[in-house]
């Protein structure tokens, strides 16, 4: 006997929000701000699952509707984010936690001082391994916007943390 549609959304919510919010985090550099783009964006999957043709596209309907919510919550704020303060020094005497933990903290440092834009672009690029192409689709916009963002968003980590791209790297 098969489960019905509302079984297979419930257990998707279930097993896949954890997911879903680390990436809305990435997006939005709160964890309010990402557990509101989560339940809006499954929100819009539960209004939709009937027509979804396959309870296996749960995900994708999801994870659409957080970029589109959130592309449209850049352009309605056009609110400059700025944090007081220096970064921390990514390269710290300790051991690997309390250097991965020190990188971890300039990151996201750094990801909150970009613009909503080029954070979207370096989520859906580098976290959720999106070509160009992709990435322009979900963010409808060009494939020229998402390279130009992308340089513009490495370029700006570059100058207010040089080392922290290369230790980026050396943790890959």
């Known amino acids: 006997m098969s ?3 509302d079984d297979l959304f419930c257990e998707f919510v279930r097993t896949r929000s ?12 709160d964890r ?4 509101d783009l989560v339940q809006d964006a499954l929100a819009r999957t539960h209004r939709g699952r009937h027509r979804l043709d396959d309870p296996g596209h ?10 589109h919510q959130h592309v449209s919550w850049w352009r309605r704020r056009k609110v400059t984010e700025s944090l007081p303060g220096e ?8 051991s690997d936690h309390a250097r991965r933990s020190d990188l971890k903290l300039a990151l996201h440092q750094v990801l909150d001082q970009l613009t909503r834009r080029q954070r979207a672009v370096l ?6 391994d999106r070509s160009e192409a ?3 689709d979900l963010l409808h916009c060009s494939v020229g916007t998402i390279k130009s963002q992308t340089s513009k968003a490495l370029a700006r980590i570059r100058e207010m943390a040089p080392d922290l791209l290369s230790a980026v790297m050396e943790e890959a």
């Not at 994708?60 to 970029?67: E, G, N, V």
């Open 3 to 5: 489960n019905s549609i």
């Open 18 to 29: 954890p997911a879903l919010l680390r990436t809305a985090f990435l997006l939005t550099g």
């Open 32 to 35: 309010h701000l990402a557990e």
């Open 58 to 67: 749960f995900e994708a309907y999801t994870r659409t509707a957080m970029y």
């Open 87 to 94: 970064l921390a020094d990514v390269v710290q005497p300790g």
């Open 123 to 128: 989520v859906l690029r580098f976290f959720e």
């Open 134 to 136: 992709e990435a322009a």
